[in-house]
């Protein structure tokens, strides 16, 4: 645990640890600024830009992105001043040209009072991200940096660039354990589980095997991430095999009947 360091955002103190993302303080306190490349378990990398601040006190003056500010003790920002504003509105409507089917992204960019885009929207023919993705690259960053797989990576540059698979060919990496999905700002990857099959459909509809609850006989995970996480279970004697549902039933079942430790939890 670092030192303890005094924060002000928009005239209120707040205390957080020194270094840390001045974003996360905020958000951890229900200041609403808008993000779209920041997740607490990456390191943030200040592509997006939609979180912009105003230093007026304690680091250099002027605006700049909150997820990469660092707390030290007296920094001083404001969120919402006139000149911040309206660079965000211009970013809003950039990312609206990009992403005009992102309905999460539209209703991100209406509460900040962004309805609307001056800009040429993206000529959406083959897009196979539907014109929902703002290039953020967090689904990359995850499956990378965070999960080790690689199965996705930026593909083409400028106006043309996107996110897929190489090659635009079924992957043979991805785990389908949805990483990506989760961690998408925009919901711009879609998925679906069909039959014993999960089916990523945004990544040139890769197939992966879903294993079966052993209870319900419902398929509920991607064997290949099952497989890894059964093996280092099973060596603690716990089973695994079984869906989150029947998990809880089983758990419940299990402590009434013998009031302590159970294989299933
Ligand atoms: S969230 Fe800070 S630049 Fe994207």
């Known amino acids: 645990m670092g030192r303890r360091v005094k924060v002000t955002i928009d005239g209120k103190v707040f205390s957080a640890e020194e270094g840390e993302s001045l974003l996360a303080v905020a958000l951890r306190n229900g200041i609403d600024i808008p993000h779209l490349c920041y997740e607490e378990c990456l390191e943030p990398y ?28 007296g920094l001083k920002v404001l969120t919402n ?6 660079h965000r509105k211009v970013l809003f409507e950039l ?26 929207e993206k000529n959406l023919k083959n897009d196979p991200l539907n014109g929902k993705c703002v290039m953020c690259g967090l689904c990359v960053r995850v499956c990378n940096d965070v999960l080790g797989v690689g ?3 930026f593909i083409g540059r400028g106006y043309r660039a996107t996110v897929n698979v190489p090659y635009f060919e079924e992957s043979d990496v991805c785990k389908g354990c949805k990483a990506c999905v ?15 099959k999960r ?21 509920f995970s991607p064997l290949p991430v099952f497989g890894s996480v059964s093996k280092k279970l099973s060596e603690y004697g716990v089973v695994c095999d079984v869906c989150p549902d029947c998990r ?18």
């Open 182 to 196: 989760e961690v998408c700002p925009v919901d711009a990857i879609d998925y679906s589980d069909v039959g014993d």
């Open 81 to 86: 001043t006139p000149e911040i504003e309206k």
């Open 95 to 120: 990312y609206l040209a990009q992403a005009p089917n992102s309905e999460k992204l539209k209703k991100l960019a209406e509460k900040f009072g962004v309805y609307s885009t001056r800009f040429k």
């Open 46 to 73: 200040g592509s997006c830009r939609l979180c912009i601040v105003e230093v007026v006190e304690g680091f250099k003056k002027g605006i700049t992105t909150s997820c990469t500010l660092g707390c030290v003790d």
């Open 151 to 153: 199965a996705i990576n």
């Open 248 to 265: 809880k039933r089983l758990i419940a079942k299990n402590m009434t009947s013998s009031g302590g430790y159970n294989s299933y939890a």
């Open 199 to 219: 089916v990523m459909i945004s990544w040139s509809n890769t197939k992966v095997d879903l294993i079966k609850c052993s209870v319900c006989g419902r398929y």
